[in-house]
């Protein structure tokens, strides 16, 4: 890092660069995913979109690669990078909901937590991610699920504008009539385009919902898994499960858990969940009338720092078959004593394949997502827990839209190199990626966001 850079972005951003040494350095650096250990030479945080815009003309000026922090939750560890800057935007957490048009302008350092907080007050909400920490930038660029998706889409697809800062150091308003191609590829493939420090959300009414968890011991794993299936089949838009595989109570053990999701107030539904969710002995259950705000926070968080490794799929059905061999493999896994193995499944459909602009996504067409997640803190662990992660995958294989090792949800891959493969993006959007990066990006301040988007430039 040349010390002059250090220099100018202390002018620009004073009181908020830190280098090497810094007493908040370590703090700062550390990644969500413990597998990751980056040593960026400069960390910035700026407060609006002019400082980023100045950071991003310096940064260009020195020939220094940036990488764009929001949450910091991303498992391939892309929120850091190894002796460039990181521009951190942990300052820009800013909600404004406008209640009667229902939008919400959301700037790009924003958490879950914080963008369910303003627009609940107003009985309002939008498709967001479900630990609550998650950054809204990172999820939502990478296309975004969680209970909403089925009844109002993908994240993504609640987005009526971006504000940006691409290389070039422009500042940018994209919407679809405003730059229709970058539009496009910032739906599911935004990572690494440049800086959006703020978002406009189209917001929807979810006053109060049912929801909550059913648990049960794992050998009741075939009655519930078919019941699941079952449920989701002929299940309205406005109703998701997410079955999950996981250790649970105190102390955990290996369990299978429904957590249901209902925005709609038909209550032959609620009493449908009701009588397909007592298809085995419970050891748990807190299913009831509660607060959108209350089902976000149900799954908890995940501390920094724990090892990761993350194998998903996005699979056509969920045959018995199928599901037999996922129970079998997550029993093979870890349970306790600093290991964390989980399975969750997730039903898509409903909204999912009706947007209106289908962006780089390429599992609209799913029946389900299944992300086996490895959670470790013993290195010498590792090889151990990404073998579990992988077996994951390779049953999944033939029920999988693109076979195995395809990341379709860049959110849930684990290893760029994952998203180096046929049928992960059409060549036609790679093709697009470069000729946007080409353009907004000349001299490829922000880097390639993956292997996957490091196409050579026609000759």
């Not at 748990?284 to 998903?312: C, I, N, V």
């Not at 009706?354 to 590792?382: C, H, K, N, S």
């Not at 090792?405 to 093709?431: E, F, K, W």
Request: aromatic share 6%.
């Amino acid at each position: 890092m040349n010390p002059s850079l250090a220099e100018r972005l202390e002018e620009l951003c004073p009181r908020r660069v830190v280098t090497t040494g810094h007493p908040r350095y370590d703090e700062l650096r550390g990644m969500f995913n413990g597998m990751h250990d980056r040593q960026p030479a400069v960390i910035c945080l700026p407060v609006d979109s002019r400082e980023i815009a100045a950071v991003v003309l310096a940064a260009r000026e020195a020939g220094t690669t940036v990488t764009v922090r929001g949450g910091g939750h991303n498992v391939a560890g892309s929120g850091s990078n190894d002796g460039g800057l990181v521009m951190d935007l942990k300052l820009m957490r800013g909600v404004t909901v406008d209640p009667v048009r229902a939008l919400a302008c959301v700037q790009g350092g924003a958490t879950w937590d914080d963008i369910d907080a303003a627009a609940a007050r107003y009985g309002l909400a939008t498709t967001g991610g479900t630990v609550g920490s998650t950054g809204v930038a990172g999820l939502t660029l990478g296309g975004g699920l969680g209970y909403l998706t089925r009844s109002l889409g993908l994240a993504c697809d609640r987005v009526e504008s971006y504000r940006m800062v691409t290389g070039d150091g422009r500042r940018r308003w994209i919407d679809a009539e405003h730059d229709a191609e970058l539009n496009r590829l910032l739906r599911g493939a935004g990572h690494g385009l440049g800086v959006v420090d703020e978002f406009t959300f189209r917001l929807a009414p979810v006053p109060r919902v049912y929801g909550g968890r059913f648990a049960y011991p794992l050998r009741y794993a075939t009655p519930v898994m078919a019941a699941f299936t079952e449920l989701m089949a002929d299940a309205p838009a406005d109703m998701t499960c997410l079955l999950m595989l996981e250790p649970w109570g105190d102390p955990a053990v290996r369990s299978v858990v429904a957590n249901v999701f209902y925005s709609g107030g038909d209550e032959a539904v609620v009493r449908r969940i009701e009588r397909m969710m007592a298809c085995a002995p419970l050891t748990g259950k807190d299913f009831g009338p509660r607060s959108y705000l209350s089902m976000q926070a149900s799954l908890g968080e995940t501390d920094f720092g724990l090892r990761h490794y993350w194998s998903t799929s996005s699979l056509t059905a969920l045959p018995g078959e199928l599901a037999e061999g996922l129970v079998d493999q997550y029993a093979s896994g870890g349970c306790g004593d600093g290991v964390e193995d989980t399975v969750i499944i997730t039903p898509l459909g409903g909204a999912v394949p009706d947007a209106e602009e289908p962006g780089a996504i390429t599992f609209r067409d799913a029946a389900y997502t299944v992300l086996a997640m490895a959670i470790w803190r013993d290195p010498a662990q590792d090889d151990a827990r990404r073998d579990w992660a992988r077996g994951i995958s390779r049953l999944t294989r033939p029920w999988s839209l693109h076979g195995e090792g395809h990341a379709d949800y860049v959110n849930y891959a684990s290893d760029p190199v994952d998203l180096d493969r046929p049928g992960r993006m059409a060549d036609d959007t790679s093709r697009s990626i470069q000729d946007v990066r080409r353009r907004v990006d000349p001299d490829g301040v922000f880097g390639p966001a993956h292997p996957a988007l490091s196409v050579p430039a026609p000759a």
